[in-house]
C-alpha cells in the first residue's frame, strides 16, 4: 500500500527556521517525484514545486522560489520542505503528494500525504 | 503560467441531481493534461479524473471528466451524499503546474 506520512504540527515564531517532512512507503521512492502543495485557512491549493528523489532535480513555481527549499533523503525514503525564515503569511497546511506515472513531472497527483499544519505566529 | 478559473464558485443542489462544473484555462492544456480532484473538509483531496476524462482508480462512474484545449468539464450524473465536497481542477501540462481556485457543491 502506497502511504506518504508527514511530521507533525508545528508551531514557530517570524523568523525561524523550520523543516517539516514527508515519508513514502510502499513503492520505489526513486521512481516517483513528489511534490509539496500549500493550503491557507479557507483557501484553495496551490501548487509549490516538486523534486525527482532519484537524482534531487527540483522545479519550483516561481511563487515559492527563494523562499522555500525541496529536498530529499532517498536513503531513507523522505522528502522535505524547509524554511529558513517564516513569516506569519507561511501559516497553512502542506500537503506532500506523490506525482502518478514514473521518472516525469508532468504526471497528476495519485497520492497525498495527510498534511502537516505549520502556525507562524508571535 | 496557465491560469485555471472556475465555474461558478459554489453549485447548490439536491441529492440525485447533476452537477456540472467547468474549468477553463488562460492557454491551451497540452495533451489535455487536466486533472481533477475532490476535497472534503478535513482531509486531503482525491484524485478523480486526469487525462481530462479518465477515471481515477476506484471513482464510480458517474463521475465523467471532458474537454481539451482551453475548456474543461467535470460532470457527476447523480449527486450521492458523499459528494458534497470542494472540486478542484489542475493543469500539468506546463511548469508551474496550477490549481483552479475551486468550485464547492452543497447541498441545496
Known amino acids: 500500500e502506497v502511504q506518504l506520512v508527514q511530521s507533525g504540527a508545528e508551531v514557530k515564531k517570524p523568523g525561524e527556521s523550520l523543516r517539516i517532512s514527508c515519508k513514502g512507503s510502499?513503492?520505489?521512492?526513486?521512481?516517483?517525484?513528489i511534490t509539496w502543495v500549500r493550503q491557507m485557512p479557507g483557501k484553495g491549493l496551490e501548487w509549490m514545486g516538486a523534486?525527482?528523489?532519484?537524482?534531487?532535480?527540483?522545479n519550483y513555481s516561481p511563487s515559492f522560489q527563494g523562499h522555500v527549499t525541496i529536498s530529499v533523503d532517498k536513503s531513507i525514503s523522505t522528502a522535505y520542505l524547509q524554511w529558513s525564515g517564516l513569516k506569519a503569511s507561511d501559516t497553512a497546511m502542506y500537503y506532500c503528494?506523490?506525482?502518478?506515472?514514473?521518472?516525469?513531472?508532468?504526471?497528476?497527483?495519485?497520492?497525498w500525504g495527510q498534511g502537516t499544519l505549520v502556525t507562524v505566529s508571535s | 503560467e496557465i491560469v485555471l478559473t472556475q465555474s461558478p464558485g459554489t453549485l447548490s443542489l439536491s441529492p440525485g441531481e447533476r452537477a456540472t462544473l467547468s474549468c477553463r484555462a488562460s492557454?491551451?492544456?497540452?495533451?489535455?493534461?487536466l486533472a481533477w480532484y475532490q476535497q472534503k473538509p478535513g482531509q486531503a483531496p482525491r484524485l478523480l479524473i486526469y487525462?481530462?476524462?479518465s477515471r481515477a482508480t476506484g471513482i464510480p462512474d458517474r463521475f465523467s471528466g471532458s474537454g481539451s484545449g482551453t475548456d474543461f468539464t467535470l460532470t457527476i450524473s447523480r449527486l450521492e451524499p458523499e459528494d458534497f465536497a470542494v472540486y478542484y481542477c489542475?493543469?500539468?501540462?506546463?511548469?508551474?503546474?496550477?490549481f483552479g481556485p475551486g468550485t464547492k457543491v452543497d447541498i441545496k
Open positions: 503528494a506523490r506525482l502518478a506515472g514514473q521518472y516525469s513531472s508532468s504526471q497528476p497527483i495519485d497520492y
Open positions: 510502499g513503492y520505489s521512492f526513486t521512481s516517483y517525484w
Open positions: 523534486i525527482d528523489p532519484s537524482d534531487s532535480y527540483t
Open positions: 492557454q491551451s492544456v497540452s495533451s489535455s493534461d
Open positions: 487525462g481530462a476524462s
Open positions: 489542475q493543469q500539468y501540462g506546463r511548469s508551474p503546474f496550477t
